[in-house]
């Protein structure tokens, strides 16, 4: 494995996605028109997900060998990662989603309806955790995050992944129809970080179960379509997006710092 900055593996993701994505850009931008394309953005979208994934294969496989691929993914074949972890994944971002999406109501704000009918939550949550965001952890937490802590610490390590990990998100902004394109990009950094923190913890609180991170990512972009925060029917402030991302940030900076006192004490 990588011991120093891991610049393979960024390269290697980053060019992935963008590539792919550059085309999507260039259609939704004017500059080159496509019917074609506007059809088949989202399919092109989650290919271009994949990015940390061919990451994390390519430096495994040029840096240790074909074998060393087959080791890397049985770590993701458990899901007994105890009922408390389940538990803190469906608790701390069901309730962070209701919070932001109820909130803004007792000011004034108009409810935001679901956006999904409550009977395709469930292949809604498989779609999201295997192809709309929780295939990134084979790559972002499941390879590459313990190479940064390891070099910059938990605190540091997450940091500069959270913000890394928003960065590599950058083109949809650039694309219509997506849910970044009504997000503050600033705001989004600051989500990313409180999500790169708890996703790590929820990992270490799993016994290092990696399939779990899959899960929290998956059930990260499930919440938002049954507890809305995007007001996406007019040219709104988009506060309850800004209390949802306070809540995340607050969390992981609480939980970070947690674990930093307790890796102290134990070390003592």
Same mark, same amino acid.
């Given at each position: 494995?990588? +011991?120093?900055?891991?610049?393979?593996?960024? !390269?290697?993701?980053?060019?992935?996605?963008?590539?792919?994505?550059?085309?999507?850009?260039?259609?939704?931008?004017?500059?080159?028109? @496509? +019917?074609?394309?506007?059809?088949?953005?989202?399919?092109?979208?989650?290919?271009?997900?994949? #990015?940390?994934?061919?990451?994390?294969?390519?430096?495994?496989?040029?840096?240790?060998?074909?074998?060393?691929?087959?080791?890397?993914?049985?770590?993701?074949?458990?899901?007994?990662?105890?009922?408390? !972890?389940?538990?803190?994944?469906?608790?701390?971002?069901?309730?962070?989603?209701?919070?932001?999406?109820?909130?803004?109501?007792?000011?004034?704000? +108009?409810?935001?309806?679901?956006?999904?009918?409550?009977?395709?939550?469930?292949?809604?949550?498989?779609?999201?955790?295997?192809?709309? #965001?929780?295939?990134?952890?084979?790559?972002?937490?499941?390879?590459?995050?313990?190479?940064?802590?390891?070099?910059?610490?938990?605190?540091?390590?997450?940091?500069?992944?959270?913000?890394?990990?928003?960065?590599?998100?950058?083109?949809?902004?650039?694309?219509?129809?997506?849910?970044?394109?009504?997000?503050?990009?600033?705001?989004?950094?600051?989500?990313?970080?409180?999500?790169?923190?708890?996703?790590?913890?929820?990992?270490?609180?799993?016994?290092?179960?990696?399939?779990?991170?899959?899960?929290?990512?998956?059930?990260?972009?499930?919440?938002?379509?049954?507890?809305?925060?995007?007001?996406?029917? @007019?040219?709104?402030?988009?506060?309850?997006?800004?209390?949802?991302?306070?809540?995340?940030?607050?969390?992981?900076?609480?939980?970070? !710092?947690?674990?930093?006192?307790?890796?102290?004490?134990?070390?003592?």
């Amino acid at each position: 494995m990588e +011991n120093k900055i891991p610049i393979r593996f960024f !390269v290697v993701t980053f060019l992935f996605s963008w590539l792919i994505w550059a085309v999507l850009v260039l259609n939704g931008t004017g500059i080159i028109s @496509s +019917n074609f394309l506007s059809q088949i953005t989202l399919p092109v979208m989650l290919l271009g997900a994949f #990015g940390p994934a061919v990451g994390a294969i390519v430096s495994l496989r040029s840096l240790e060998g074909k074998g060393t691929l087959k080791k890397h993914f049985k770590s993701y074949l458990s899901l007994n990662f105890g009922w408390r !972890v389940w538990l803190a994944i469906f608790l701390v971002l069901g309730l962070s989603a209701i919070i932001a999406w109820i909130l803004p109501e007792l000011f004034g704000e +108009n409810r935001l309806q679901p956006v999904l009918p409550i009977i395709f939550v469930v292949p809604y949550l498989l779609l999201m955790t295997f192809l709309g #965001g929780g295939q990134e952890e084979i790559g972002w937490r499941a390879y590459v995050l313990p190479i940064i802590e390891k070099r910059y610490g938990l605190i540091i390590g997450s940091l500069i992944l959270g913000i890394v990990w928003a960065v590599w998100h950058l083109p949809l902004w650039f694309i219509p129809g997506t849910s970044q394109s009504y997000m503050n990009f600033g705001g989004f950094i600051l989500l990313c970080i409180g999500y790169s923190y708890f996703f790590s913890w929820i990992i270490a609180a799993s016994g290092k179960q990696f399939f779990s991170g899959i899960i929290v990512h998956g059930a990260a972009n499930t919440f938002p379509v049954i507890f809305p925060f995007l007001d996406t029917e @007019s040219n709104s402030m988009q506060i309850r997006y800004w209390i949802y991302c306070s809540l995340i940030l607050i969390i992981g900076i609480i939980i970070v !710092v947690s674990r930093t006192i307790k890796s102290k004490k134990n070390s003592i």
